[in-house]
């Protein structure tokens, strides 16, 4: 099936860094959601985005909307140990549909 | 909110072998979604669920695999006739009937190993 493209795959960074990751696709998109994902549990949602140019934040990440609808952006600033993980994007075409449609995922390792 | 919640969290059985899961949502919630994910991929949509109605299915949902929701509360999820192929891990994801603002949560999900 479909999966939508994230940069980059993995990132090793230390503990305090900031971390910038994206997620683009091919067709428009009507609502963004970030989830992190830890081993062997299910995906929790972090941010929900649902206009275009809209810019949210949670604590330390914030999100974007891109003003193409084709793209989303994650960041997360002074990262710490519990960030580590693999951080998925989801995108809703229309109003409607309910299919999410994935990322393929980011895996973030926090560097002692 | 107690969460989205599943059952079994972990399943291994034998090739040719019927399994079923189970999955209880958020209880004011009215859909239900099932997702399968692969080892190193994200998550691709099953089938939904709005109450009872099973509304939406993928072409991954092949004719050995059925989805139920009878009262439109849990759902189970089967598997008949389980190939090597099928090893997965099964999640479950809910969300309440709205038409914007449609944030779905997910449970733990079921791993499911066919030797």
């Known amino acids: 099936g479909q999966q939508l493209n994230q940069s980059p795959q993995s990132m090793f960074i230390q503990e305090g860094e900031d971390v910038s990751m994206n997620c683009t696709s091919s067709?428009?998109?009507?609502?963004w959601l970030w989830y992190k994902q830890d081993p062997g549990e299910g995906p929790v949602l972090l941010i929900a985005l649902y206009k275009a140019g809209e810019l949210t934040s949670n604590g330390r990440l914030t999100a974007q909307f891109g003003i193409t609808r084709k793209d989303s952006f994650l960041n997360i600033s002074a990262s710490i140990p519990s960030d580590v993980g693999i951080y998925f994007c989801a995108g809703l075409s229309n109003f409607g549909n309910e299919k999410l449609t994935f990322g393929t995922g980011t895996r973030l390792t926090i560097i002692p | 909110d107690t969460g989205v919640s599943q059952d079994p969290r972990h399943k291994i059985t034998k090739r040719g072998q019927n399994v079923t899961f189970r999955c209880d949502p958020i209880?004011?919630?009215?859909?239900l979604y099932w997702y399968r994910q692969t080892l190193g991929q994200g998550p691709e949509f099953l089938t939904y669920?709005?109450?009872?109605?099973?509304?939406?299915k993928s072409r991954l949902l092949s004719d050995r695999f059925s989805a139920e929701r009878p009262k439109g509360s849990f759902s189970t999820l089967e598997i008949q006739r389980t190939e090597q192929g099928d090893s997965a891990m099964y999640l479950c994801?809910?969300?309440?009937?709205?038409?914007?603002?449609?944030?779905?949560?997910f449970g733990p999900g079921t791993r499911l190993t066919v030797l």
């Open positions: 209880s004011e919630h009215n859909r």
């Open positions: 067709s428009i998109f009507n609502t």
């Open positions: 669920f709005q109450n009872e109605a099973q509304l939406e």
């Open positions: 994801a809910s969300s309440r009937d709205r038409l914007t603002y449609n944030e779905q949560f």
